[in-house]
């Protein structure tokens, strides 16, 4: 009887768990698409939500690992909120120590704030980190095919990291660059996911 219950317990905890992860990643989504027709301060309850329903939340629906709290820090950047900002990408960094966007804007974060050489560290480890990722899944992943398929998000990477390796660095073009960089990311999550279904449909109306 005992053990029944335990059974019991466990199968319970782990529908919340699953019911809880779902409702995460609905409130990110939800987030996101106000995020990116630029409605930032409509967003920002959504990914507040998020990461008090699951705080370590990371992204399912796409292979860039993003977390909950990133979203968060970027929502508040947007809005101009920087200490927020900071805060919240300091704890998305805390619990997925890969979180390459959480990097680059927490990069920018202290590039405002005048943190030349601190800056200058996470904003590069962060363009590397999305550079080696692109790389990684182009070569070694299905779907990688559909990511940046014309490498001009690589390209800039390049561009920007070949700026901040420079003697007179730019803080404030690079901050710029690194923007379009993040704004870009976040498009190519949606377009790649369209061209990858939209592939997947001509494979099913042409079987071999």
Known sequence: MR????????????????????QAASEVQTGRQALLTGKTEAALPHFQRAVELDP????????????A????????????????????????????????????????I??????????????????RGIYDWLEYITYNTYYGYFWDPLREIRS?????????????????????????????MEEEIDLAKRDEIRERGRAGDNPP
């Open 69 to 108: 709290w990133t979203y968060v820090g970027r929502a508040y950047y947007d809005t101009g909120k920087f200490p927020e900002a900071r805060k919240a990408l300091e704890q998305a960094l805390s619990r997925h120590n890969d979180d390459y966007l959480a990097r680059l804007y927490l990069g920018m």
């Open 110 to 127: 202290l590039a405002r704030g005048g943190d030349r050489q601190q800056s200058l560290k996470e904003m590069q480890a962060g363009l």
């Open 156 to 184: 800039e990477i390049q561009k920007t990291l070949t700026m901040t390796s420079g003697r007179d660095i730019d803080l404030q073009r690079l901050v710029v660059d690194a923007e379009w960089l993040g704004k870009k």
């Open 3 to 22: 053990k029944l219950s335990s059974l019991a317990l466990f199968a319970a905890l782990v529908f919340f768990s699953g019911c809880v992860g779902y």
């Open 56 to 67: 370590n939340y990371i992204t399912d629906f796409t292979p860039l690992r993003e977390g």
